[in-house]
């Protein structure tokens, strides 16, 4: 009885460690530039909620979030939000062809959209078996797009190119032929190489974050193409497989070029908030403390937090968000935030 009892104390309190969270830097606003909130609106309500919790309970401030769906209803979902959620074009079947026209480029940044998210995974995912279309990123077809883009100044949000392949014997369930995944990669390399002014933030470190090597490729294309950033969502889950000390190295030096992200979808329903308040605060402990963590914004492998300088956090958080989406300084402006 009394080992039970010692028992359930021991999971209540680290249950409540993970809420109670605190951050060292309540001062440093950040910006999910990566979030699948859509228009529905419980939902927005709920990231408001969820935002008041975490500011009062763990002194985190969760300024904005970038959506990369519900394009149709921008208006109504900045004004839901109460400014603090704002909305990308996008494509998520480009396997058929873009959705948006080259013409539509330089109007869709008049209307406020900060991107053009597209969603170019393996094509796998999208099309049928022997169903003809567009496998790669990397196509004649896209590049009347892509050059209106570069010339308007549209950014490519959030591009997803790849899945993550990890090493050998641990390749993972996304992506398990890393021929094609290569295909995909070098695919992106040769728009950057086309397209120099084209701004591409790269979802999940375009993936090139599951093994060492990797990691040293993603030095190379950062160093290499300087119009090329990465988001971090949906990676931290897979912190484990490479070396902390390469990876906190690289954050570190890149540090420029990085922007916080997790893939949170909609929270539909109220009782959900406490479930993705410990999501967010676990992302937080790995960047900001040397803790070991107990997963990430998915999934639950131990990872030891990277301890990241506070400038390196900043400009992760949202220093560089605020230079990269057309329009985000002055919203960021009227919520009462500046960039120094
Ligand atoms: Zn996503």
């Given at each position: 009885?009394?080992?039970?009892?010692?028992?359930?104390?021991?999971?209540?309190?680290?249950m409540v460690g993970y809420s109670q969270f605190v951050t060292q830097y309540p001062d440093i606003p950040r910006i999910d530039v990566h979030t699948h909130t859509n228009n529905n609106y419980q939902g927005i309500r709920n990231y408001l909620a969820l935002r008041k919790a975490m500011l009062s309970d763990n002194k985190i401030d969760l300024a904005m979030l970038i959506n990369l769906n519900g394009e149709q209803a921008i208006d109504t979902i900045l004004e839901v939000s109460q400014g603090r959620i704002t909305t990308c074009i996008n494509d998520y079947e480009p396997q058929r062809g873009l959705a948006h026209k080259p013409e539509e480029m330089s109007s869709?940044?008049?209307?406020?959209?900060?991107?053009?998210?597209?969603?170019?995974?393996?094509?796998?995912?999208v099309l049928k078996e022997g169903e003809g279309g567009i496998k790669y990123f990397d196509n004649p077809a896209h590049e009347p797009v892509l050059t209106a883009m570069e010339k308007a100044g549209m950014p490519g949000a959030s591009i997803h190119i790849a899945d993550p392949n990890g090493p050998f014997g641990n390749r993972g369930k996304w992506a398990t032929d890393p021929v094609e995944y290569w295909r995909q990669v070098i695919g992106l390399e040769r728009v950057l190489q086309r397209h120099p002014g084209l701004v591409?933030?790269?979802?999940?470190?375009?993936?090139?974050?599951?093994?060492?090597?990797?990691?040293?490729?993603?030095?190379?294309?950062?160093?290499?193409?300087?119009?090329?950033?990465?988001d971090l969502a949906a990676t931290f889950q897979y912190f484990y497989l490479v070396d902390h000390a390469?990876?906190?190295?690289?954050?570190?030096?890149?540090?420029?070029?990085?922007?916080?992200?997790?893939?949170?979808?909609?929270?539909r329903r109220q009782e959900e908030i406490p479930a993705y308040i410990e999501r967010y605060s676990r992302t937080f402990r790995i960047l900001e403390t040397d803790q070991m963590v107990e997963g990430g914004f998915f999934g639950m492998n131990p990872v030891k937090g990277l301890n990241l300088p506070k400038d390196v956090l900043e400009?992760?958080?949202?220093?560089?968000?605020?230079?990269?989406?057309?329009?985000?300084?002055?919203?960021?402006n009227k919520l009462g935030y500046f960039q120094d």
């Amino acid at each position: 009885m009394k080992i039970k009892l010692i028992f359930s104390c021991l999971i209540m309190f680290s249950m409540v460690g993970y809420s109670q969270f605190v951050t060292q830097y309540p001062d440093i606003p950040r910006i999910d530039v990566h979030t699948h909130t859509n228009n529905n609106y419980q939902g927005i309500r709920n990231y408001l909620a969820l935002r008041k919790a975490m500011l009062s309970d763990n002194k985190i401030d969760l300024a904005m979030l970038i959506n990369l769906n519900g394009e149709q209803a921008i208006d109504t979902i900045l004004e839901v939000s109460q400014g603090r959620i704002t909305t990308c074009i996008n494509d998520y079947e480009p396997q058929r062809g873009l959705a948006h026209k080259p013409e539509e480029m330089s109007s869709s940044l008049g209307k406020g959209y900060v991107g053009y998210k597209i969603w170019h995974g393996p094509s796998s995912r999208v099309l049928k078996e022997g169903e003809g279309g567009i496998k790669y990123f990397d196509n004649p077809a896209h590049e009347p797009v892509l050059t209106a883009m570069e010339k308007a100044g549209m950014p490519g949000a959030s591009i997803h190119i790849a899945d993550p392949n990890g090493p050998f014997g641990n390749r993972g369930k996304w992506a398990t032929d890393p021929v094609e995944y290569w295909r995909q990669v070098i695919g992106l390399e040769r728009v950057l190489q086309r397209h120099p002014g084209l701004v591409i933030i790269a979802a999940h470190c375009a993936w090139l974050i599951c093994q060492d090597a990797q990691i040293d490729f993603l030095r190379y294309m950062l160093s290499a193409y300087p119009n090329f950033y990465v988001d971090l969502a949906a990676t931290f889950q897979y912190f484990y497989l490479v070396d902390h000390a390469n990876l906190r190295d690289f954050l570190i030096e890149y540090s420029d070029r990085i922007v916080y992200g997790t893939d949170i979808g909609s929270i539909r329903r109220q009782e959900e908030i406490p479930a993705y308040i410990e999501r967010y605060s676990r992302t937080f402990r790995i960047l900001e403390t040397d803790q070991m963590v107990e997963g990430g914004f998915f999934g639950m492998n131990p990872v030891k937090g990277l301890n990241l300088p506070k400038d390196v956090l900043e400009r992760i958080y949202y220093k560089n968000a605020m230079k990269l989406y057309p329009g985000l300084v002055d919203k960021m402006n009227k919520l009462g935030y500046f960039q120094d």
